[in-house]
């Protein structure tokens, strides 16, 4: 899973000025669909938010990584936002979001691709070298380049 | 030491939440506790979210749970019982 192929310059928000979670998911929303991945907006963003209810995406680390499958996505995308200032996530370990990965797969995906694209999302934020570096970015240039080179 | 295999039976796999939920899980006991996709040389600690997420384990795949501490066979029934039960996923 190459999730450089994913992620578009529509769609990299560097930095992303959000009040809430809502805010900074809708923001995440409008640049999946100006990247061609979602195009009917309201649909995905019901099953974002559905998702949230189960449990956060805020993983800890100050990393939050909402996702959604479903009709209103044609094909996988992500999205990336440096927050400009953290929004709280009610994140496993109490720390207020400042950097949000978004997972948009079509409802008609076959197999596990949100598995995929989350696997190769996780073996990089493992890497407490890449989540400081990712923390730092300050352009699409720097963030692609970082997912690139690590 | 105590080890049990369990097999992930929830349709849409390992993924976040299933992650969270053992990690919540874990971090309860004192035991160090490792997850061990067979097959594999691959490890995971189960206290740790990002360290099981990198397993990227399916529906289907079958997994060492291994405790080793003080409260290894609590902790061994503990998530082996999580995972079996799918997460309250279908």
Do not use: C
Request: aromatic residues 4%; glycine residues 8%; proline residues 4%.
């Amino acid at each position: 899973m190459n999730i450089l192929e994913l992620l578009q310059p529509q769609s990299i928000l560097i930095p992303l000025s959000g009040n809430d979670k809502v805010g900074v998911i809708s923001s995440l929303i409008d640049g999946l669909a100006a990247a061609g991945s979602v195009t009917d907006k309201e649909l995905y963003k019901n099953a974002v938010l559905t998702r949230e209810t189960t449990g956060s995406t805020g993983i800890g680390f100050g990393v939050a990584i909402p996702h959604g499958k479903s009709a209103g996505v044609t094909r996988p995308g992500l999205a990336f936002a440096k927050l400009a200032s953290p929004v709280d996530w009610d994140s496993l370990d109490g720390e207020p979001v400042k950097a949000v990965f978004m997972i948009a797969v079509p409802e008609s995906a076959a197999g596990n691709e949100h598995l995929q694209i989350l696997i190769a999302l996780s073996r990089k934020l493992i890497d407490s070298e890449f989540r400081d570096k990712l923390m730092a970015v300050s352009d699409s240039e720097a963030l692609t380049s970082l997912l690139a080179t690590i | 030491m105590q080890t049990r295999t369990v097999t992930i039976v929830n349709e849409a796999g390992f993924h976040i939440r299933p992650a969270q939920l053992v990690s919540e899980k874990a971090s309860a006991y004192e035991s160090t506790i490792l997850i061990k996709p067979e097959g594999t040389t691959n490890e995971a600690n189960a206290k740790s979210i990002l360290n099981l997420m990198t397993l990227g384990l399916a529906k289907g795949a079958v997994v060492h749970i291994e405790a080793e501490g003080s409260d290894e066979q609590e902790a061994v029934d503990a998530i082996s019982q999580l995972v079996e039960s799918g997460f309250g996923e279908a």
